[in-house]
């Protein structure tokens, strides 16, 4: 079964500094999401990305946060001057294209960002 | 979004069938209903989706009456690797527009041996 693939697994990072968190959709999907997951917490929505667009976002998404399309098959979440608060599991989540009913979302199992 | 409630947590046994019960008083009528299912250190997983009746896969079934006002997982026979965070959500899906989705705390199902 295809799978959303996301690396790298953990990523430590000194408070301040930029980070790239990098994921791999499933090949034929179409809509792509940014999710996060502070410990313990529920999981938020950041951001979703279609048509090399972002189609909607969260309050969460603010300036410092970007994604990217560099080419056919990655997805990228770029953390601009990371935060302490930043630290938490971000997951990514792609769907096809819409039809009458609604595609599910699969996601990948995420990155757990350790800022310090 | 309709706002859901689900128990925070649920115990059950190996063999045993479990339901889980989601409650969304206030469905819209464009609504579907989605369940997933997060292990600890994993993304969330997709198990079921409907719009009203029963819907059934190869994991599980989902019961919708008809005032849509609720529904039920039910997971026939878990094992212990069902012990897991699971989630309702509900919400408009605009066939085939990028919504973001709206997480609750889901419940925390735990099987024992």
């Known amino acids: 079964e295809p799978e959303v693939t996301q690396t790298p697994s953990h990523q430590v990072t000194q408070m301040g500094q930029e980070v790239i968190l990098r994921c791999v959709p499933i090949?034929?999907?179409?809509?792509f999401y940014w999710y996060r997951q502070i410990l313990g917490q529920k999981v938020e929505f950041l951001v979703s990305f279609y048509n090399n667009e972002i189609s909607e976002k969260s309050e969460i998404f603010d300036d410092q946060f970007s994604v990217e399309r560099p080419d056919g098959s990655n997805f990228t979440l770029k953390i601009r001057s990371t935060k302490l608060e930043d630290s938490a599991m971000y997951f990514c989540?792609?769907?096809?294209?819409?039809?009458?009913?609604?595609?599910?979302?699969?996601f990948g199992d995420g990155t757990r960002l350790s800022i310090l | 979004l309709a706002k859901t409630t689900q128990p925070i947590s649920m115990d059950s046994y190996e063999g045993q069938e479990v339901n889980i019960t989601c409650s969304h008083n206030?469905?819209?009528?464009?609504?579907?209903i989605t369940w997933y299912q997060q292990f600890p250190s994993q993304g969330p997983r997709f198990i079921i989706q409907?719009?009203?009746t029963k819907v059934t896969n190869e994991v599980a079934s989902l019961f919708i009456p008809a005032d849509r006002k609720s529904s039920t997982l039910s997971l026939p026979r878990v094992s212990l690797s069902d012990t897991a965070v699971y989630y309702c959500l509900v919400g408009r899906y605009s066939g085939g527009g990028a919504d973001g989705l709206t997480f609750g705390k889901g419940t925390h199902l735990i099987i024992q041996p």
């Open positions: 090949s034929n999907h179409l809509y």
């Open positions: 206030n469905i819209a009528t464009n609504d579907y």
């Open positions: 409907g719009y009203k």
């Open positions: 989540a792609s769907s096809e294209a819409g039809t009458v009913l609604h595609q599910p979302q699969h």
